[in-house]
């Protein structure tokens, strides 16, 4: 509990003494022949010591403006049960609002706490290591990109980078929700946020602290509560109408009565309070969110970032998945399996893949890293590439490289890049992905490079299905018999290849427009800087933060922090969790609150049951929210 939670429960216990107190008094008939003067300023002591803060803040907000709230009709109503000579019942009211909200704080706390664990993640000091060897803690806003840091034993890593020095295990857990470590050595790329094990590291800093991993996360914890679903806005919007129509009853239901029948004032504005307590809003204004707020909470407990509620609700709707192929569904790893030259040509294996290597060596493609890592295996690291003009070297999205080698034109890319330039080749049938040479407008022959499918990949497809997913689809700008085998392989339902980057989107439109249901939501997952159109057109975006683009992981809705595509179906189902447990505190609040209602209204009832149709429903409510913490 917090200080100010504490406070409170103590004036709950000691106001529950002196109302235990006053009421047996009562009952055993000691008040009988004490006049309301003495017995009011008797009960008003535990009153005023439980419900102070509540009368003014009530106050305030009609100072302000804001009259119908649940402080003002916790006033209004207890207020009138004084004025009835309903003493007991008026301190009951308030004692028991008291505890509720009291409830309702500690139970926001704890649905708080596991995006509070994700807040502890800011590191609060770097070890800059300096040219002479001397180490300097500072703020982590001042490390810049290049500068070596010393990483300590216990210690925090302040921002993204490259180990360096050193090996050691690393503490994922508040970012991934991994509890195994993860090994780091030399040459492995390391994220903020992550705790050092035992061993001391250096790392060189490749991101400033604001673009670092850690900054982007607490960034976009921050802001997820701003982003509400539809049903808290319903539920606002509805508690802004409720609360003062209720009111209006009440006061309606106080005059009424007595005007046109028979019935004494006293018990018009016994049953008017009954309508008041009874309507205060709680059980539904705090019992929503609260649900929402528990569901991502149990979603960053398994390291899965959900910036929003509105995004938590539609996951629950999610029937189609949309899968970008390369590095989500495979590892991204391309490695050269096969080089065939031209049936008709005279170049050997090694000069195909020299030449290729030349052409692939000004891009930053995963496949033109992978010609040139199989090119300096065999060459050496470093080696040059005579004649290669680079101010030529072009990079046509979709289809390849074009540029200038030995003063010809080189070609390196798919069939389309061939087709366009009317060059006749040999057709490869090999499954993976097919680089095509062409040089001075002739066709030199092909390299096949093979990805790997990840590891679980099929298993999370399943999952998905059984979670309530109805069709899996891959897109792709790779081959299509590539494609179909990795679809084949892992259970995808469709599959779209051989796609350039503008056609993904166009082909996500048309899987939306053709969903037969509007409530049938359609999820992206990708990783690369080309995914973030999609992610941001796609009902719901689901990007991999750990080694996804920073353009990916800002468009998208959902962040899955270590790449465990298996956690997409986890999400759905706490979406779908989250979901039913909110329809059903909002069932059941307003139909106890209803039935209450009539029977206030109606003078068969008591302040006892009111009480209950607040406190009770809100208590039970907040309960039934409070599973939404538990990830399934």
């Not at 000691?14 to 309301?36: A, E, H, Q, R, S």
């Not at 059980?283 to 707020?293: C, D, K, R």
């Not at 679980?456 to 790779?478: F, I, P, Y």
């Amino acid at each position: 509990m917090t200080k100010k939670q504490k406070k409170v429960r103590n004036r709950i216990i000691i106001t529950l003494v002196m109302f235990v107190i006053l009421l047996t008094l009562d009952k055993l008939g000691y008040f009988d022949n004490i006049p309301w003067f003495v017995q009011l300023p008797i009960y008003a002591v535990p009153y005023v010591i439980i419900g102070y803060d509540v009368v003014k803040k009530a106050a305030i907000n009609i100072c302000h403006g804001q009259i119908f709230d649940e402080n003002f009709l916790m006033m209004i109503a207890t207020f009138g049960a004084f004025g009835i000579g309903e003493y007991s019942e008026a301190l009951a009211v308030m004692l028991f609002y008291q505890v509720g909200e009291l409830f309702q704080s500690v139970a926001v706390g704890k649905s708080r706490q596991s995006i509070s664990d994700m807040m502890s993640i800011a590191p609060e000091f770097a070890n800059v290591v300096s040219g002479d060897g001397t180490v300097n803690e500072v703020d982590p806003e001042e490390v810049s990109i290049g500068d070596i840091l010393l990483i300590r034993a216990g210690e925090k890593i302040p921002v993204d980078g490259t180990v360096v020095e050193g090996e050691s295990f690393l503490d994922t857990a508040a970012l991934t929700g991994e509890s195994v470590p993860r090994r780091a050595a030399v040459g492995d790329y390391v994220i903020s946020g992550c705790i050092n094990g035992e061993g001391i590291l250096k790392i060189r800093a490749e991101k400033a602290y604001e673009d670092s991993t850690v900054a982007r996360i607490l960034e976009l914890v921050e802001n997820a509560s701003n982003k509400k679903s539809r049903m808290e806005n319903f539920i606002t919007r509805f508690a802004r109408y409720y609360t003062p129509v209720v009111t209006i009853g009440a006061v309606l239901l106080a005059i009424i009565p007595p005007i046109v029948g028979n019935m004494a004032f006293a018990d018009s504005i016994k049953r008017a309070c009954i309508f008041l307590i009874v309507s205060c809003p709680c059980a539904l204004v705090i019992s929503v969110p609260l649900g929402f707020f528990g569901g991502i909470g149990a979603s960053s407990k398994i390291g899965v970032l959900v910036k929003g509620s509105n995004f938590l609700e539609a996951a629950a709707a999610v029937k189609t998945i949309v899968f970008d192929k390369t590095g989500t569904l495979t590892k991204g790893e391309f490695k050269v399996t096969e080089i065939i030259p031209a049936k008709d040509g005279n170049f050997d294996q090694n000069e195909l893949l020299r030449i290729a290597a030349a052409g692939e060596s000004m891009s930053n493609h995963p496949i033109a890293k992978s010609v040139l890592a199989a090119f300096y295996e065999k060459a050496g690291e470093g080696t040059a590439f005579d004649g290669l003009n680079e101010s030529e070297t072009r990079e046509i999205a979709g289809r390849g490289i074009r540029t200038v080698y030995n003063g010809k034109e080189l070609l390196v890319g798919n069939t389309r890049l061939l087709e366009d330039n009317n060059i006749a080749y040999d057709v490869v049938e090999q499954i993976g992905t097919i680089v095509y040479v062409a040089l001075d407008s002739k066709y030199l022959g092909a390299i096949i490079i093979s990805d790997v499918i990840k590891e679980g990949t099929k298993e999370a497809v399943s999952l998905m299905k059984k979670a309530g997913v109805k069709k899996a689809v891959m897109l792709t700008g790779d081959r299509r018999a590539a494609a179909e085998y990795v679809a084949k392989e892992i259970g995808i339902d469709e599959v779209h290849a051989e796609l350039l980057p503008a056609d993904k989107v166009s082909r996500v439109e048309n899987l939306l427009s053709s969903s037969d249901n509007s409530n049938n939501k359609l999820a992206f997952v990708g990783d690369g800087i080309n995914d973030a159109p999609v992610l941001m057109r796609a009902d719901v975006g689901i990007a991999m933060g750990s080694l996804g683009s920073d353009a990916a992981i800002e468009a998208a809705d959902i962040v899955i922090m270590d790449d465990d595509i298996k956690k997409i179906s986890s999400v759905v189902k706490i979406a779908r969790k989250t979901l039913r447990i909110v329809k059903e505190n909002i069932v059941f609040a307003l139909a106890v609150k209803l039935i209450i209602l009539v029977l206030g209204a109606l003078g068969l009832t008591t302040m006892w049951l009111a009480v209950f149709g607040d406190v009770g429903v809100a208590v039970i409510a907040i309960l039934n929210s409070m599973r939404a913490l538990k990830a399934d």
